[in-house]
């Protein structure tokens, strides 16, 4: 009987050369990925819109009361009796904060997917770098990167990650400043009051925090029957059922049930928390931060 | 192994039982392999694993199963023989295989053949040449030696046969066939009872070169024989006995059969400890005693446990006494003529050789014959009378034949069985009144009560017996004056019969009909041999062919091709020439049976033998090896183990979703199966009859509901629906009456009635209904319904054409021909049609003329009364005015047709001659008897 699950890579005992050059090669399959994902996703988005402090015109609006001077269009107010305001589109940088959890569980891949979790999260997390790059962001990996704005952002922020060391340690989030957005990548599989401790720093700051959980189907539907050892890919614990599949109802309802409460939570806090199965496409979980991110903006402002 | 009959062919595999302890405590140690997965949520589920309990180790059952496994492997190894069989070693370079087919062996047959044939497979296994003797068979049969098919071939076909065996000579056989086989296995199989010459016979046999010898003999002999019977004066007595070696008590019933078959006597016979003998007594009237044709043992199927009696039916010996026939040139005037023609066939007939009395009685008591007739013989010299007296008393029966010597003699109170007048009666003679007398039917105690008197016989001369006492009761046979013609006395254990008349044709032709040979044979029957005769007294030297023989089993059978004629009177040995059974012919046998009296069975000795013998008993080959079996169940655990380790393993749920699909289509196909097996009775039931179903019933009665009859014309139909539709309504209007929905009726198939009243208009273009169809409504109409037939043809027929018929009222006749249809009449002024809710004059619909016909009252019109009185209602009405045309509404309520002439008052007066024709329906005659309420009022007084 094949095995559901597989660790995609292995992560502890892996020899370290090995291991760059597998995230080296793994990295530019996943630009190009992540590049095309974003393709798809700009082709079904407008653009981003909204005046604010910026050099390129975005539109006239009548004077108000009270607002400078200085900013009326006088060559346009000319035209008619009314006094006209230019604004111009914003283009204040922002600085977006983006982490995937490469810690070993996230090498678990079962058969009923493609990918790994690892490599939906990296996929989605560098497609993001490509997006906000190009559209002028500042990107930046906690505790990799300070926060910088490039064309390239992806290309820059890959070859950052395929030289770090993948670690199960949650990322230092000391030096979000407020009015960052955060998007973190993570299976979330970790209880979540210990979850909840270490991104709550990102609402004491006043960061947003976009979650996005990579999930494996085959967590959410558990698919085990029979005799069956689990291991856990962090720990190396091991426990074995007589049948699981026995165990399937209670286990569905505690793993739906932490994620109702992560998404309670981040919803109290106005932040974001898309699921994102290995088996669907990443452009939809994208799409969906994307969203949210840019929602966010135009409300917060 | 002692407790099992239970042999291994490699003990030392069972040692590995041993290793089962190990492998239960490898089995407990090592669950079964689990199915590693990773799963990153582990802690989410370690939250659930403490409820869960994990099994670390085997299910115990599991464990049991394997466990099972592995010895049922070690077992099956271990090659186990369930009821094993000793090997017989066949050794040196041949088996001769000696094998009793006596009748001892009979009953366990089967057994001693399937040893025999198991040597002989031992024998086919090493390839040698086999020796097949039988020692009941004949000497001269081919005793090989055989190679093991052709002798297994023989032995199948081999019997045993109802004769002892014949050791000395086949054993001699043997031991020539030996002769040429030096070293050859000899196995006897022996029947177990000794013979004569059994001593010499072992020795001629162990002359030979031997490698070893093989005894088999029955356990313990249990046949029990039948060595004599005796019909004795009282009782009759049977002696069974039984091998010596067996001692304790032991009881069987012997039982007696005529000779159909039928058990007419048993008795039991109880051998006591150590007796080897036992008799039984049947204490049974002589009468039965004398049916007797065989004696057997219940439960002994050999042919030692019949024996055969033929006492009843032996043949007779008869002696003839005459004294003078000397005359043989005229031998029908002999007196013994008649007589030897009539006995000749049935009895074996002694004549003395010398006329002389003194001479020729002796030598007739020497034969010791059942009879002796005397034909006239007068007086007998004084010193043979006494041996004839004594012969007589002793068991004889004289036949004594009158004559002018006996008339004239004087009379003889032994050898008479009546006082008898001096001299002859002559009957009929010329000087004489009386007639030549015929012979009265026989008394009915006699022997020939069952013989219908002759006819055509008449006695003219007779000796007359003095009339005595019990003169009647001697009597056998009467003339028609009552005089006797045939007189019998007892004389002890003998009878002497008298024939009144002469034996040949002079003084009556009674000898010359067959009552006369019907009447000796009776006499004759009734006697009984004196003794047996010695072999040297046989005179003619006749033989009797085998009649019915006894098989070995104890039955008989007929005779078989080996069996001779037997020589009656020889002692002659039971052999396969003449095997034991009844010889002669219908007419008389003579019993040739199988244990002389006296004789005994005893045990056959286990001769010494200069090579060693090995003893062993009758047994089946029931050894069965056990090692496929094991194999195929430790085969079926092993699937078992599989399918359960599957099961732990979980696919079997995971291809649960499969599996309920097929337990799906496996329950889709049963029902198709059902549904096949018992559609045929549903379909059946559908075109068997068409009875209303339950709904179709409680539906049609739950509302009154008016009928109309479906005429197959859609526009008819439509119209009739519409009308009734529009009667109901207005009835529920006016009336307390609400009917329910118009019921169209199928006349030939619907059940009718439920409906008050039918509407049938009559179409023209409509079918002709059948005649069953027909038949029903007139079973309904016959029942209390009423048909309303409507030929709407008031203005079709054309106005004063009074001769031309509509296709409607043709149509409308062809029906009513076929019905029982009251007289009618139009309506009448005080019908009560025309009161039952409205006056009315007549009955428009959307014609108006047609008079409404309907039953013609009985009862007379009185001008007093306003409503003539009558029972029941009208079984049919007619019009023509076309009702349902008039009554029919569309959806909306209006009209559907216009009245002719269109007069709305003319559509009301139809609505209303509908409600009076379902009110008349409905109520009969109380209607009618409403309207006469205040006459009926005025009478009470009130």
């Given at each position: 009987?094949?095995?559901?699950?597989?660790?995609?890579?292995?992560?502890?005992?892996?020899?370290a050369?090995?291991?760059?050059?597998?995230?080296?090669?793994?990295?530019?399959?996943?630009?190009?990925?992540?590049?095309?994902?974003?393709?798809?996703?700009?082709?079904?988005?407008?653009g981003?819109?909204?005046?604010?402090?910026?050099?390129?015109?975005?539109?006239?609006?009548p004077?108000?009361?009270?607002?400078?001077?200085?900013?009326?269009?006088?060559?346009?107010?000319?035209?008619?009796?009314?006094?006209?305001?230019?604004?111009?589109?914003?283009?204040?940088?922002?600085t977006?904060?983006?982490?995937?959890?490469?810690?070993?569980?996230?090498?678990?891949?079962?058969?009923?997917?493609?990918?790994?979790?690892?490599?939906?999260?990296?996929?989605?997390?560098?497609?993001?770098?490509?997006?906000?790059?190009?559209?002028?962001?500042r990107?930046a990996w906690?505790g990799?990167?300070?926060?910088?704005?490039a064309?390239?952002?992806?290309?820059r922020?890959?070859?950052?990650?395929?030289?770090?060391?993948?670690?199960?340690t949650?990322?230092?989030?000391?030096?979000?400043?407020r009015f960052?957005?955060?998007?973190?990548?993570?299976?979330?599989?970790?209880?979540?009051?210990?979850?909840?401790r270490?991104?709550?720093?990102?609402?004491?700051?006043?960061?947003?925090?976009?979650?996005?959980?990579?999930?494996?189907?085959?967590?959410?539907?558990?698919?085990?029957a029979?005799?069956?050892?689990?291991?856990?890919?962090?720990?190396?614990?091991?426990?074995?059922?007589?049948r699981?599949?026995?165990?399937?109802?209670?286990?569905?309802?505690?793993?739906?049930?932490?994620?109702?409460?992560?998404?309670?939570?981040?919803?109290?806090?106005?932040?974001?928390?898309?699921?994102?199965?290995?088996?669907?496409?990443?452009?939809?979980?994208?799409?969906?931060?994307?969203?949210?991110?840019?929602?966010?903006?135009?409300?917060?402002? | 192994?002692?407790?099992?009959?239970?042999?291994?062919?490699?003990?030392?595999?069972?040692?590995?039982l041993?290793?089962?302890?190990?492998?239960?405590?490898?089995?407990?140690?090592?669950?079964?392999?689990?199915?590693?997965?990773?799963?990153?949520?582990?802690r989410?589920?370690?939250?659930?694993?403490?409820?869960?309990?994990?099994?670390?180790?085997?299910?115990?059952?599991l464990?049991?199963?394997?466990?099972?496994?592995?010895?049922?492997?070690?077992?099956a190894?271990?090659?186990?023989v369930?009821?094993?069989?000793?090997?017989?070693?066949?050794?040196?370079?041949?088996?001769?295989?000696v094998?009793?087919?006596?009748?001892?062996?009979?009953?366990?047959?089967?057994?001693?053949?399937?040893?025999?044939?198991?040597?002989?497979?031992?024998?086919?296994a090493?390839?040698?040449?086999?020796v097949?003797?039988?020692?009941?068979?004949?000497?001269?049969q081919?005793?090989?030696?055989?190679?093991?098919?052709?002798?297994l071939?023989?032995?199948?076909?081999?019997?045993?046969?109802?004769?002892?065996?014949?050791?000395?000579?086949?054993?001699?056989?043997?031991?020539?066939?030996?002769?040429?086989?030096?070293?050859?296995?000899?196995?006897?199989?022996?029947?177990?009872?000794?013979?004569?010459?059994?001593?010499?016979?072992?020795?001629?046999l162990?002359q030979s070169?031997?490698?070893?010898?093989?005894?088999?003999?029955?356990?313990a002999?249990?046949?029990?024989?039948?060595?004599?019977?005796?019909?004795?004066?009282e009782r009759?007595?049977v002696?069974?006995?039984?091998?010596?070696?067996?001692?304790?008590?032991?009881?069987?019933?012997?039982?007696a059969?005529d000779?159909?078959?039928?058990?007419?006597?048993?008795t039991?016979?109880?051998?006591?400890?150590?007796?080897?003998?036992a008799?039984?007594?049947?204490?049974?009237?002589?009468?039965?005693?004398?049916?007797?044709?065989?004696?057997?043992?219940?439960g002994e199927?050999?042919?030692?446990?019949?024996?055969l009696?033929?006492?009843?039916?032996?043949?007779?010996?008869?002696?003839?006494?005459?004294?003078?026939?000397?005359?043989?040139a005229?031998?029908?005037?002999?007196?013994?003529?008649?007589?030897?023609?009539a006995?000749?066939?049935?009895?074996?007939?002694?004549?003395?050789?010398?006329?002389?009395?003194?001479?020729?009685?002796?030598?007739?008591?020497?034969?010791?014959?059942?009879?002796?007739?005397m034909?006239?013989?007068?007086?007998?010299?004084?010193?043979?009378?006494?041996?004839?007296?004594?012969?007589m008393?002793?068991?004889?029966?004289?036949?004594?034949?009158?004559?002018?010597?006996?008339?004239?003699?004087?009379?003889?109170?032994?050898?008479?069985?009546?006082?008898l007048r001096?001299?002859?009666?002559?009957?009929?003679?010329?000087?004489?009144?009386?007639?030549?007398?015929?012979?009265a039917?026989?008394?009915?105690?006699?022997p020939?009560?069952?013989?219908?008197?002759?006819?055509?016989?008449?006695?003219?001369?007779?000796?007359?017996?003095?009339?005595?006492?019990?003169?009647?009761?001697?009597?056998?046979?009467?003339?028609?004056?009552?005089?006797?013609?045939?007189t019998?006395?007892?004389r002890?254990?003998?009878?002497?019969?008298?024939?009144h008349t002469?034996?040949?044709?002079?003084?009556?032709?009674?000898?010359?009909?067959?009552?006369?040979?019907?009447?000796?044979?009776?006499?004759?029957?009734?006697?009984?041999?004196?003794?047996?005769?010695?072999?040297?007294?046989?005179?003619?030297?006749?033989?009797?062919?085998?009649?019915?023989?006894?098989s070995?089993?104890?039955?008989?059978?007929?005779?078989?091709?080996?069996?001779e004629?037997?020589?009656?009177?020889r002692?002659?040995?039971?052999?396969?020439?003449?095997p034991?059974?009844?010889?002669g012919?219908?007419?008389?046998?003579?019993?040739?049976?199988?244990?002389?009296?006296?004789?005994?069975?005893?045990?056959?000795?286990?001769?010494a033998?200069?090579?060693?013998?090995?003893e062993?008993?009758y047994?089946?080959?029931?050894?069965?090896?056990?090692?496929?079996?094991?194999?195929?169940?430790?085969?079926?655990?092993?699937?078992?183990?599989?399918?359960?380790?599957?099961?732990?393993?979980?696919?079997?749920?995971?291809?649960?979703?499969?599996?309920?699909?097929?337990?799906?289509?496996?329950?889709?196909?049963?029902?198709?199966?059902l549904?096949?097996?018992?559609?045929?009775?549903?379909?059946?039931?559908?075109?068997?009859?068409?009875?209303?179903?339950?709904?179709?019933?409680?539906?049609?009665?739950?509302?009154?509901?008016?009928?109309?009859?479906?005429?197959?014309?859609?526009?008819?139909?439509?119209?009739s629906?519409?009308?009734?539709?529009?009667?109901?309504?207005?009835?529920?209007?006016?009336?307390?009456?609400?009917?329910?929905?118009?019921?169209?009726?199928?006349?030939?198939?619907?059940?009718?009635?439920?409906?008050?009243?039918?509407?049938?208009?009559?179409?023209?273009?409509?079918?002709?209904?059948?005649?069953?169809?027909?038949?029903?409504?007139?079973?309904?109409?016959?029942?209390?319904?009423?048909?309303?037939?409507?030929?709407?043809?008031?203005?079709?027929?054309?106005f004063?054409?009074?001769?031309?018929?509509?296709?409607?009222?043709?149509?409308?006749?062809?029906?009513?021909?076929?019905l029982?249809?009251?007289p009618?009449?139009?309506?009448?002024?005080?019908?009560?049609?025309?009161?039952?809710?409205?006056?009315?004059?007549?009955?428009?619909?959307?014609?108006?003329?047609?008079a409404?016909?309907?039953?013609?009252s009985?009862?007379?019109?009185?001008?007093?009364?306003?409503?003539?009185?009558g029972?029941?209602?009208?079984?049919?009405?007619i019009?023509?005015?076309?009702?349902?045309?008039?009554?029919?509404?569309?959806?909306?309520?209006?009209?559907?047709?216009?009245?002719?002439?269109a007069d709305?008052?003319?559509?009301?007066?139809?609505?209303?001659?509908?409600?009076?024709?379902?009110?008349?329906?409905?109520?009969?005659?109380?209607?009618s008897?409403?309207?006469?309420?205040?006459?009926?009022?005025?009478?009470?007084g009130q």
């Open positions: 009987m094949a095995r559901i699950g597989e660790v995609t890579a292995p992560v502890t005992t892996q020899d050369l090995v291991r760059a050059r597998t995230r080296a090669s793994l990295v530019p399959d996943l630009l190009v990925q992540a590049r095309r994902i974003v393709g798809n996703v700009i082709a079904g988005w407008h981003r819109r909204r005046r604010g402090i910026g050099e390129n015109f975005w539109q006239f609006r004077y108000v009361e009270g607002e400078a001077v200085a900013r009326i269009d006088w060559r346009r107010s000319a035209r008619d009796e009314h006094i006209y305001i230019r604004d111009r589109e914003w283009e204040a940088a922002h977006v904060w983006l982490w995937a959890d490469r810690s070993p569980s996230m090498l678990y891949r079962s058969t009923l997917s493609d990918v790994s979790k690892e490599s939906r999260a990296l996929v989605l997390i560098l497609a993001l770098a490509e997006l906000l790059s190009r559209s002028g962001e990107i906690p990799l990167t300070d926060p910088f704005a064309r390239n952002g992806a290309e922020l890959a070859q950052h990650v395929a030289h770090a060391e993948p670690s199960a949650h990322p230092d989030l000391a030096q979000v400043r960052s957005d955060v998007v973190v990548a993570s299976d979330f599989l970790d209880p979540p009051e210990e979850t909840m270490w991104l709550d720093p990102l609402a004491r700051v006043g960061a947003r925090a976009h979650l996005v959980e990579v999930a494996d189907p085959a967590e959410e539907s558990f698919p085990y029979g005799r069956t050892e689990f291991r856990d890919p962090e720990t190396g614990e091991k426990l074995t059922f007589g699981a599949e026995t165990l399937g109802e209670d286990y569905r309802q505690l793993y739906l049930a932490r994620r109702e409460t992560l998404t309670g939570w981040c919803k109290k806090r106005g932040w974001s928390y898309t699921v994102n199965h290995t088996d669907k496409l990443a452009s939809d979980a994208l799409i969906r931060v994307h969203t949210a991110m840019t929602v966010e903006m135009d409300g917060g402002r | 192994m002692n407790f099992l009959p239970l042999s291994f062919g490699a003990p030392m595999v069972l040692w590995g041993i290793a089962l302890p190990v492998i239960w405590w490898l089995l407990r140690l090592t669950p079964p392999r689990p199915q590693q997965e990773t799963f990153p949520p582990l989410i589920l370690a939250r659930i694993a403490r409820r869960e309990e994990t099994p670390h180790k085997s299910p115990w059952w464990t049991l199963l394997r466990l099972l496994l592995a010895a049922l492997v070690i077992l190894l271990a090659d186990p369930f009821n094993p069989r000793e090997r017989i070693a066949v050794g040196g370079r041949g088996l001769a295989l094998l009793d087919n006596s009748w001892a062996a009979a009953p366990d047959w089967e057994r001693r053949v399937a040893t025999a044939a198991r040597l002989i497979n031992d024998a086919r090493q390839a040698v040449p086999v097949l003797a039988l020692t009941a068979e004949s000497p001269a081919d005793v090989g030696p055989f190679d093991a098919e052709t002798a071939e023989r032995l199948n076909a081999a019997e045993p046969r109802p004769v002892p065996t014949d050791r000395p000579a086949i054993y001699g056989r043997v031991a020539q066939a030996l002769a040429e086989m030096p070293g050859a296995s000899l196995a006897l199989l022996t029947d177990g009872l000794a013979a004569e010459g059994d001593e010499e016979a072992f020795q001629s162990f070169e031997l490698s070893n010898v093989l005894w088999v003999g029955p356990g002999l249990s046949a029990i024989a039948l060595s004599d019977s005796a019909n004795e004066p009759f007595t002696t069974a006995v039984r091998p010596e070696g067996e001692t304790g008590p032991r009881q069987v019933t012997a039982y059969s000779e159909q078959g039928r058990r007419i006597a048993e039991a016979i109880s051998f006591g400890p150590g007796e080897a003998q008799t039984g007594q049947m204490t049974v009237p002589f009468e039965l005693r004398n049916d007797f044709a065989s004696v057997a043992i219940d199927n050999h042919a030692g446990a019949l024996r009696l033929d006492e009843n039916s032996r043949r007779r010996r008869v002696g003839l006494l005459s004294q003078n026939e000397a005359d043989q005229q031998p029908l005037l002999s007196p013994l003529y008649y007589i030897r023609r006995l000749g066939p049935y009895a074996d007939l002694v004549e003395p050789s010398s006329p002389d009395l003194t001479e020729a009685i002796p030598q007739l008591l020497e034969q010791h014959p059942a009879a002796i007739i034909a006239d013989v007068g007086t007998l010299p004084e010193s043979v009378r006494g041996r004839l007296i004594e012969w008393r002793g068991g004889g029966t004289l036949i004594r034949f009158a004559g002018p010597r006996l008339a004239a003699a004087e009379n003889d109170e032994e050898l008479l069985p009546v006082r001096t001299g002859e009666r002559s009957l009929g003679g010329t000087l004489s009144w009386s007639e030549p007398q015929p012979v039917e026989f008394p009915a105690g006699g020939f009560s069952d013989l219908s008197p002759p006819q055509d016989v008449t006695v003219s001369r007779q000796v007359l017996a003095e009339p005595s006492a019990d003169i009647v009761e001697r009597t056998w046979a009467n003339l028609a004056d009552g005089t006797p013609l045939v019998s006395a007892q002890d254990e003998g009878r002497v019969i008298l024939f002469t034996p040949e044709a002079t003084w009556s032709n009674l000898p010359i009909s067959g009552t006369f040979v019907e009447m000796l044979r009776r006499i004759v029957q009734l006697s009984r041999n004196q003794g047996t005769v010695t072999a040297n007294a046989d005179p003619r030297g006749g033989q009797l062919a085998p009649y019915r023989m006894i070995a089993t104890g039955t008989l059978v007929p005779p078989s091709p080996e069996a004629p037997l020589s009656p009177g002692d002659t040995p039971v052999t396969l020439a003449h034991p059974g009844f010889y012919s219908e007419e008389g046998v003579v019993a040739h049976n199988l244990l002389k009296p006296g004789a005994t069975l005893a045990a056959i000795a286990r001769p033998a200069p090579v060693p013998i090995t062993a008993s047994a089946f080959d029931s050894s069965r090896p056990l090692k496929g079996p094991l194999m195929a169940a430790a085969l079926a655990l092993l699937a078992l183990d599989t399918l359960a380790v599957l099961w732990l393993g979980g696919l079997l749920s995971r291809r649960s979703g499969r599996a309920r699909t097929a337990a799906k289509a496996t329950a889709v196909l049963a029902a198709v199966v549904f096949g097996f018992m559609s045929p009775d549903g379909a059946m039931a559908q075109i068997d009859e068409p009875q209303p179903t339950d709904q179709e019933a409680i539906e049609a009665i739950s509302a009154t509901r008016i009928a109309y009859v479906v005429t197959g014309v859609s526009s008819v139909d439509t119209v629906r519409a009308g009734i539709m529009g009667l109901s309504r207005f009835l529920a209007e006016k009336t307390a009456l609400e009917p329910g929905e118009p019921a169209p009726v199928d006349i030939s198939k619907d059940e009718l009635s439920f409906y008050p009243l039918i509407y049938w208009p009559i179409d023209a273009g409509a079918p002709m209904p059948s005649e069953e169809a027909i038949a029903r409504i007139d079973a309904y109409m016959q029942q209390g319904g009423t048909v309303l037939f409507d030929t709407r043809d008031q203005y079709a027929g054309g004063g054409a009074s001769g031309s018929v509509t296709p409607e009222t043709q149509r409308l006749r062809d029906i009513l021909s076929g029982n249809v009251p009618l009449e139009p309506v009448p002024d005080d019908h009560v049609l025309t009161k039952a809710f409205y006056i009315l004059p007549d009955f428009p619909g959307r014609y108006r003329g047609s409404l016909w309907v039953e013609a009985t009862s007379e019109s009185r001008a007093d009364r306003p409503v003539r009185t029972d029941g209602v009208t079984p049919i009405m019009t023509g005015n076309d009702l349902a045309g008039a009554w029919a509404i569309d959806g909306n309520g209006d009209p559907l047709l216009p009245t002719v002439p709305p008052m003319q559509r009301m007066l139809a609505l209303r001659s509908g409600v009076n024709i379902i009110m008349y329906m409905l109520t009969g005659n109380y209607k008897d409403q309207v006469h309420v205040p006459v009926l009022l005025e009478r009470l």
